[in-house]
């Protein structure tokens, strides 16, 4: 697979980003947060994006365990990137890794073909 760099906003293009990446699949979130808002996500490790607006400019939110940081546009309220929760120790003790990333919401990028990717559940099943 080759990567590409895609450009990525949110709905008002206060917020501004760019992530480079070979986007291979989707991933529908099952947490109550991701359910409710409908994002399609994609990992990115940290040196794979880039972000033009300052995180101090946009508004957080943080539930649960508040190791996920949910950044969202303070105009339109989308919200086009997260930092992934940190596994719980039940998920720690049956080997799911850390991920020191972020978690891009792919319907912000410019010219990526949603609905041509595969969707993927929570545990990487093939929906």
């Not at 946009?58 to 930092?83: A, M, N, Q, S």
Request: proline letters at 6%; charged letters at 25%; hydrophobic letters at 35%.
């Amino acid at each position: 697979m080759m990567e590409h760099c895609y450009q990525g906003a949110c709905h008002c293009g206060r917020v501004k980003f760019e992530i480079t990446a070979d986007i291979d699949h989707v991933r529908i979130c099952d947490c109550s947060v991701c359910k409710k808002r409908g994002a399609l996500i994609h990992r990115v490790s940290e040196p794979n994006i880039r972000i033009f607006t300052p995180l101090n400019e946009l508004t957080l939110y943080e539930w649960g365990t508040f190791t996920g940081k949910d950044y969202f546009c303070p105009t339109c309220g989308i919200l086009p990137f997260r930092r992934p929760s940190l596994p719980t120790e039940a998920e720690l003790a049956s080997g799911v890794e850390p991920f020191d990333g972020w978690a891009v919401n792919t319907r912000c990028l410019e010219n990526f073909d949603i609905e041509a990717a595969p969707k993927v559940g929570i545990l990487g099943s093939k929906l």
